[in-house]
């Protein structure tokens, strides 16, 4: 089982990333999707979650309104699309793959926010 995370880096306040993450090793369409984040010296939260074929997503409210999370099936990929970005989005952000009690953990992309 593989999550890979990118599209992680530097970027000023008020712009935008994509963050991607590429499944490997499970039936990717089973399981439900997130993004978490974990800013030093923080305890990591949810930041996106989209359900099983996409038709529900649900955001943190820090994130409502700026960020999007979406899934492709057929390439075995969730994205978080990250607009208006402040300083205190920087983090490092994980992917996870969800199935009842099973979770399955990328390692992180840092994301740097600059004011």
């Known amino acids: 089982v593989q999550l890979v995370e990118s599209g992680g880096g530097l970027v000023q306040s008020g712009g935008s990333l994509r963050l991607s993450c590429a499944a490997d090793g499970f039936t990717f369409s089973s399981y439900v999707m997130s993004w978490h984040r974990q800013a030093p010296g923080k305890e990591r939260e949810l930041v996106a979650s989209i359900s099983r074929g996409g038709g529900v997503t649900n955001y943190a409210d820090s994130v409502k309104g700026r960020f999007t999370i979406s899934r492709v099936d057929a390439k075995n990929t969730v994205y978080l699309q990250m607009n208006s970005l402040k300083p205190e989005d920087t983090a490092v952000y994980y992917c996870?793959?969800?199935?009842?009690?099973?979770?399955?953990w990328g390692t992180g992309t840092l994301v740097t926010v600059s004011s």
């Open positions: 996870q793959a969800s199935y009842y009690v099973r979770n399955y």
